[in-house]
């Protein structure tokens, strides 16, 4: 069996129908704080989670007794800014919880996904390297740097094998991003496909790291697929995708629809997260240990975005 926390969220969604896809539907069992499912479609065991409740998580462990547990449960960057005491609890002890009780009841693997939010100011701002100086301002930032760490503690002193990725923006079009700062790249899709047009909360030239969604779900299997021994890396792997700006995203769906206008708003609180973040990073690490290489580029996630979203809406969007 395998157990996924934060199911209905943005990866979670997606990250359901592809494991069962893999592993058969009876066998991923979704779980969520919220209850309606988000994934259109595929059908397959939903349980009710609140992985702050710590009994309510052990009685699931010691029901289905996982193999794997894939725990995604968190509030992301600019939600966590709005709301930081509950940001810290359920990203940090929502984890704790999982970290332990998952050696306890013996699961084989964990995946916990970080973020490039555990870069912050002072880390080099090109090419990212995995090892560099870490100095996060956003309370997620800070919960995932300090995740990274009891996760390599975890994987060090008690043996767990846990795995994990500094995931980008991630864009994708089968479920709703969760209130980052990387939503805009998102979001600029729907609203061009709508009203050929888009307000966007970060500046032309803000450049950040992004990556489909479909590329983010694979490298999450093919890194918890990989043999033990290649796994280097116990706090988070560096990974890359793409990375582009605004203007620059505005521009490849212009070639879509040319008369797509998208205008800058100042000042949003989400351009200063994104300016203490990363402008493009250096996964090495994870092409040399189990041979990560990225499937798509701006052009084709956005022709991929614009046909996906247009024939199958799987959500209404409302901004
Ligand atoms: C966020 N989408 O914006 C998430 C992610 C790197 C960005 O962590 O918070």
């Known amino acids: 069996k395998i157990i996924v926390t934060g199911a209905n969220g943005q990866v979670g969604t997606e990250l359901v129908s592809a494991l069962r896809k893999i592993h058969g539907n009876s066998n991923v069992i979704a779980t969520d704080i919220d209850q309606h499912p988000t994934s259109s479609g595929d059908s397959g065991p939903f349980e009710y989670l609140n992985v702050l409740d710590q009994e309510n998580l052990r009685r699931l462990l010691d029901t289905y007794r996982p193999r794997e547990v894939y725990h995604l449960a968190a509030l992301l960057s600019a939600v966590g800014e709005k709301k930081p005491q509950k940001a810290w609890e359920l990203n940090m002890d929502g984890l704790l919880h999982m970290l332990r009780l998952s050696l306890e009841f013996e699961v084989e693997k964990v995946f916990w996904p970080s973020s490039i939010a555990v870069f912050g100011p002072l880390s080099p701002k090109e090419n990212t390297p995995q090892h560099c100086i870490m100095n996060p301002d956003s309370i997620y930032g800070i919960s995932k740097l300090a995740g990274e760490r009891w996760c390599e503690y975890y994987a060090l002193h008690h043996g767990l094998d846990v795995r994990s990725l500094r995931f980008p923006g991630l864009i994708g079009w089968q479920s709703e991003p969760g209130g980052g700062t990387t939503d805009y790249a998102v979001h600029i899709f729907h609203e061009a496909l709508k009203n050929q047009a888009y307000d966007c909360f970060l500046t032309e ?115």
């Open 205 to 319: 030239n803000t450049r950040l790291p992004m990556m489909s969604m479909p590329d983010a779900i694979r490298a999450t299997v093919e890194l918890m697929q990989a043999e033990k021994e290649k796994i280097s890396i116990r706090s988070s792997y560096n990974i890359a995708g793409i990375n582009f700006t605004p203007g620059e995203l505005a521009a490849a769906i212009r070639k879509h629809i040319p008369g797509f206008r998208i205008s800058y708003l100042e000042n949003d609180p989400r351009q200063k997260i994104a300016d203490s973040w990363p402008e493009s990073i250096d996964d090495s690490f994870a092409r040399s240990d189990w041979n990560w290489e990225p499937g798509y580029d701006l052009p084709g996630l956005t022709s991929a975005m614009l046909e996906n979203i247009s024939r199958n809406r799987t959500f209404v969007h409302d901004l």
